[in-house]
């Protein structure tokens, strides 16, 4: 089956870093668009970093700056570098891939649409 396993979140306070992983099964990444997706309880999920199958990374206004999305597709694994993390950050991130929709559409409509997705991993900032 098909699985795309998020980790590497945890709680932390403002100011440091942590590194999300999405490691994925059951499919190669390489040739999928993929990306990051927050959602906070009782809110709508929305896009937070796409990186489309050429590896062109693209960031919600949100994003101010401090992340950087990447991927291995040797390893099936999607990251995503988070620094200088704010107490806006918390959220569940889940990572997503589809081999159709584009990184513009994950981002505008908050991953609606795309085929595959993680259980998420939380990510807890505190002041």
């Known amino acids: 089956q098909v699985q795309l396993k998020e980790s590497g979140g945890g709680s932390v306070e403002t100011g440091n870093s942590l590194r999300l992983s999405c490691v994925a099964s059951?499919?190669?990444?390489?040739?999928?668009?993929m990306g990051w997706f927050r959602q906070v309880p009782g809110k709508h999920r929305e896009g937070f970093s796409m990186?489309?199958?050429?590896?062109?990374?693209s960031y919600a206004d949100s994003v101010k700056g401090r992340c950087t999305i990447s991927r291995d597709d040797d390893k099936n694994t999607l990251y995503l570098q988070m620094n200088n993390l704010e107490p806006e950050e918390t959220a569940k991130y889940y990572c997503a891939a589809d081999n159709w929709k584009t990184a513009a559409w994950g981002l505008q409509h908050g991953g609606n649409g795309f085929a595959y997705w993680g259980q998420g991993t939380q990510v807890t900032v505190s002041a």
């Open positions: 059951g499919l190669t990444t390489r040739g999928y668009n």
């Open positions: 990186i489309d199958s050429n590896g062109n990374p």
